[in-house]
């Protein structure tokens, strides 16, 4: 089974900065995405940014140009440096990967963390 553990919210002020981190773990063959959604209180899961194993980025566009994710796929992990953020950043945000799992048979897998809550105080 493939686990994420994620590591890095809290509490900033607007204006300051925080770094969301993911690990991910198990019989993990090849990630082919890792990702960052968030879900706000009272309102859905929306995605955040997304990284493919070669590097292409997805970003919603209400965090353009202020958050940045990065993946290492040696390590299986997955970060998103967030910037500038604001009030309406506040959610919980959930780490996603997608790939194949398995050593002598792959099958595919897409699995989501526990979630990590980010605020930030109005």
């Known amino acids: 089974q493939v686990q994420l553990v994620e590591s890095g919210g809290g509490l900033a002020q607007a204006g300051g900065s925080l770094r969301l981190s993911c690990a991910a773990s198990?019989?993990?063959?090849?990630?082919?995405?890792m990702g960052w959604y968030r879900q706000a209180p009272g309102k859905q899961r929306e995605l955040v940014a997304t990284i493919s194993s070669g590097g292409g980025t997805d970003y919603a566009d209400s965090v353009k140009g202020r958050f940045t994710i990065s993946m290492d796929n040696a390590k299986n992990t997955v970060a998103l440096q967030m910037n500038s953020l604001k009030p309406e950043d506040t959610a919980v945000y959930y780490c996603?990967?997608?790939?194949?799992?398995?050593?002598?048979?792959?099958?595919?897998?897409?699995?989501w963390g526990q979630g990590t809550l980010v605020t930030v105080p109005s």
């Open positions: 198990g019989s993990i063959a090849k990630l082919n995405t």
């Open positions: 996603n990967a997608a790939g194949w799992q398995g050593v002598n048979i792959n099958w595919p897998f897409e699995v």
